[in-house]
């Protein structure tokens, strides 16, 4: 046996090496559809396959989420109160235990220069949870808990152990000023931990007892973690949550009702469902995109096994058995294909590190696409079902043939009835599968492309956008931090080419807002029923600032700005519309904490901007509420420049204005608007990109497989066309015999390509924007250039045929 294995092997190489054209063209074909298939199974890989790095607990970590009516059902970013969570922990018997982990921003100073740190605040108790230990040093203590901004210790992530501290052990025990204050280094964390993304350190936390300094229940800013018990389900995990949930909301009914618990494996809330269709759908078009190649393949092996006939006639007679036959024929394919599975591989990889490469922004930590044994196995298996879809099949025809006429002296070799029906059939699927590739593609496209024309409210022209830390002692009073915006705005308008600035909490098409339970004066409603709401933070030039003029009414004073008693705010036109359609300046909204009301009177109405994500919208995102800054003194703010010049050629100068009025200032993500809008929207614009890429190869790769089918057989019937022309056949009824046949292959592709266009459109439906799967006028029209493309690689072998030379043809023969 194994004898013959080598002596096919040989024989395999041997054919290859005499063929080096057509071995070229399959190898590249196979290299490329396998490397595609390996490029986007690392993605898959990695997010979805993968062992998520949380120590020895692994797949036991589950996250915990509140839920309310006005939050989509798999809405992953919700937090909770720390006193819901520390109830979940008491009365879950499900959970081995419970943690919580607050996300911070930290400010180090480096050379006189700011730099912003991410990093969290965790109960002491987080990492024990995880399964995750320090690489030196030790975990945080129960004690050592504290309120932000007073924590006595810190965890360094071992990047930033590497960074800033040259990996010099001698840093523990030693102290690091960190939002201005001196923090004592306790430990460091393994390589390559940055919980739960993107982390370089983290504080302990425990809020103080103190009731005035206590965080409430309506205060929900905690990401809680919970470790099933052994043998424990998601099921039995999620049916105890919502009995604990009802218990706090008949015992909390002014903070709680309403509101549930839910919980998430941890890869569940870190990659949504949209992340997941789409990572499926690539591996999807990739597949489809290899099979496409594999049936040129297979035809090309039909056609050799056709011009094979006689001397397979010849092997048989001599007692070759037909398992013999076949393992010869099938050889050569398995050569390739492994060879092809090779390439593949190294293309996979070096495509992976592309897709990393281009990606905006640095990717979570878990997030891991390098080579593992699971790609190499996915790879050899793609390589393997290869070698069976594009050399089984043509083997097993080419190995029977007919002794009689195969080995009578004079006969011609030709293809019957069977092979070119399944020649007809391969390129039928070929074509069903690229039309399924260029409709799914042509939706992403569309999708992108109404996302970038996608109104935001506001002019993003000459814009600029960035986001800053306010850190330090100096500024713990509201009022010194809203002169602190003051003093900023001021300085950056006097520089030249600045026309405006403005800070804000949020910026426009990347943030969300503050949630916040509304109360409208004159209409009560239950508690727990209160609609739902974003809350901003802005300076009284804001609206100035972004070109967005408020339809009625006025901007903040520059007293309501710095006073955190002031009690004025500018509503949203959606929610003056839908809750005072009377009309609202005047009228007053009220933020629901707990049993008190803290109440506003409209002094503006604001035009509707885009908050939240494009296609991203929930019911309270709709409504927006601007309050002054005091009222809401957050220490991250971000701030909006509007430039005479180009916004990117004033980012120095705005730097530049940060350190002089402070230089423990750290800003970041320094970007347009316009940058900002594709940093947003980059998924779209980058799957849809691939996605087109896909299609086009399969288009090409089905246009070759039309082309070669007939320019094959109109090869194999010289001497019939020559026979018709003989007899007074036109050329022009040579061209509609061969072109017939394409049109004909073409239909039934289209046919069968159109059921599965709509077939993957309602899988992607999801992740589409402003899009419907079912739009006829788009689908048909890929459909006609699809099939007038056919048409097309169809005319060429038919013009070569009707120049066929009728006597030269007779002759040969």
Known sequence: MLDWVRSDARHALRGLARRPGFTAAALLTLGLGIGANSTVFSLVNAVLLRPLPLGEHGERVVTLHSTHKTQPEDWEDSTLSYDDLEDVRVASKSLEDVAGYVDRSFTMLAGGEAERLRGGSVMPNLFPLLGLHPALGRHFREEEGQDFGHEPVVLLSHRLFERRFGSDPSILGKSVVLNGRALTVIGVMPVGIRFPQRDELWVPYRPSSEPERRPGRTERNVAGFGLLRPGTTMDQAQGELELIAARLAEQYPDTNRGWGLRTMSFRDSVVDRGMRIVSLTLLGAVAAVLLIGCANLANLILARGVARQRELAVRSALGASRHRLVGQ???????????????????????????VASWPEELPYWVQTDLDWRVVAFTAGVATLAALVSGLLPAFRSSRPDLVSDLRDGARTSAGPGHQRLQSALVVGQIALSLALLAGANLMVRSFLRLQEAPSGFVEEALLSLRFYIAGDAYDRPQARAELLRTLEERLQAVPGIAKAAATSSIPTDDGGHPVRLAIDGRPVPAGEEPGAILIVASPSLFETLGASLVEGRTFAAAEHASPRADVAVV?????????????????????DGSTTHWLRIVGIAPDLQYEEFGEDTAQSRFNVFIPYARRPYRTMALFVRTRTTPRAQADAVRRVFREVDPGLATWDVRSMEEVRAYTTFEQRFFGKLMGAFAGQALLLACLGVYGVLAYGVSRRTHEIGVRLALGARPLDVIRLVVRQGARMAAAGVASGLLLAVALGRLIQGILFGVSFWEPLPLFATAALLAGVVLLASFLPARRAAAVDPMAALRAE
């Open 572 to 592: 949203n036109q959606r929610l003056a519309r839908r809750f005072f359609p009377e009309g609202a300046l005047g009228r007053r909204i009220g933020f629901v």
């Open 329 to 355: 024929m099938l050889g050569e394919t398995v050569v390739l294909c492994a060879m092809g599975g090779v390439l593949g591989l190294v293309l996979g990889m070096w495509g992976s590190e592309l897709m």
